[in-house]
């Protein structure tokens, strides 16, 4: 039986990203009716699937591939987890990610939405995990960080390994 994701695929492929200079965000070329765009970084942009509207898909530029392969390897070593989204599968293009909602606490901050002390205590938690099982937590910050119905939830975890 095939997984729900796997029928994204063909329509992942119709799309590509680009780095650019200057740590600047990625640019996306192309487009597919059944993925919107969640989310662009500097290395890679993430697709939510509209058809299975459970996962997410992190696209990384060409340049930038490498990474895929160390952002799944630290989502093996912190998983299971719930401060974390799960990585389902991995290729050396993309990540099949569980779509995660909720507000960044950066916009908490900037909508004036109540951040509860016990969101900041899970991040503390969650960064004391990542530290005993080995990984560097270097990049959590506040657009990594999302308020999940009363509950933090860290994205991007592609830099812990470096």
Not at 9 to 34: D, F, M, R, Y
Not at 74 to 83: H, M
Not at 100 to 111: F, M, N, R
Request: contains cysteine; hydrophobic residues 40%.
């Amino acid at each position: 039986m095939r997984n729900d994701w796997e029928k994204d695929i063909t329509s992942l492929s119709k799309i590509s990203v680009t780095s650019n200079p200057n740590n600047q965000p990625v640019t996306i070329h192309g487009a597919a009716e059944n993925l919107r765009c969640i989310g662009v970084g500097t290395d890679a942009a993430v697709f939510q699937s509209l058809s299975a509207p459970a996962y997410a898909y992190k696209l990384y530029a060409q340049d930038q591939q490498t990474k895929a392969s160390i952002e799944a390897q630290v989502y093996k070593t912190l998983a299971p987890s719930p401060s974390f989204a799960t990585c389902f599968a991995a290729t050396d293009e993309y990540l099949v990610l569980s779509y995660e909602a909720g507000i960044p606490l950066y916009d908490c901050i900037l909508q004036g939405i109540h951040i509860p002390q016990q969101v900041v205590d899970e991040v503390e938690q969650a960064r004391a995990y990542i530290q005993r099982n080995g990984l560097n937590p270097r990049d959590i910050h506040l657009k990594n960080i999302l308020l999940q119905n009363g509950k933090a939830k860290i994205i991007d975890v592609s830099e812990y390994l470096v």
